[in-house]
């Protein structure tokens, strides 16, 4: 039985498992403390029997007016833990916390054919391609889904020209 709960600082001793995957960005623990104390409802670790980390998401808030959005900074789950929907209750449970803001955006890498398609199963669309932006030089994709707040889906109209990553607003 999977348990899905907050992330906590001992976590962050146990993960590494998740993390020992080439299409996973990973980041030093400063980042992630960073995160579980700015924005602790939005990271949360799936746990299976004997305490074992199967997975888990990191996201914040951003933006402001019409741009106030979740974003998905990471989403992972170990490659034995793969094909059992964790990565679909993970984005489930983001989303769930967002409903208050317009969307939820998460970037992925243009090769992670598996990863897209199961973005846009979940109701995400390509936003825009973000050249060079992974540090590999491999561009991404800004994936979003409007929620309710967003009316009319305004945060979701594809861009026609790729941005570079100087070009993103950060907030």
Not at 6 to 34: I, K
Not at 72 to 96: D, F, G
Not at 127 to 141: A, H, I, K, P, T
Request: charged share 25%; glycine share 6%; with cysteine.
């Amino acid at each position: 039985m999977t348990t899905i709960r907050r992330f906590c600082c001992e976590d962050l001793l146990r993960f590494a498992n998740v993390n020992l995957d080439h299409l996973t960005e990973t980041f030093n623990m400063s980042f992630y403390l960073t995160y579980l104390a700015r924005w602790p409802d939005f990271f949360h670790v799936a746990e299976g029997p004997g305490n074992h980390i199967m997975g888990y998401i990191m996201g914040k808030v951003e933006g402001q007016g019409e741009s106030w959005h979740g974003h998905v900074t990471a989403v992972s789950v170990a490659p034995e833990y793969r094909r059992q929907q964790l990565a679909k209750k993970l984005m489930n449970l983001l989303e769930n916390i967002s409903t208050t803001l317009f969307f939820v955006d998460l970037f992925v890498r243009a090769s992670n054919a598996p990863a897209i398609k199961m973005y846009e199963k979940l109701g995400y669309v390509i936003y825009r391609r973000v050249l060079r932006y992974y540090s590999n030089e491999e561009d991404g994709f800004d994936m979003r889904k409007a929620l309710p707040r967003d009316v009319e889906k305004k945060s979701v109209i594809p861009l026609k020209e790729p941005v570079i990553p100087e070009e993103l607003e950060y907030d």
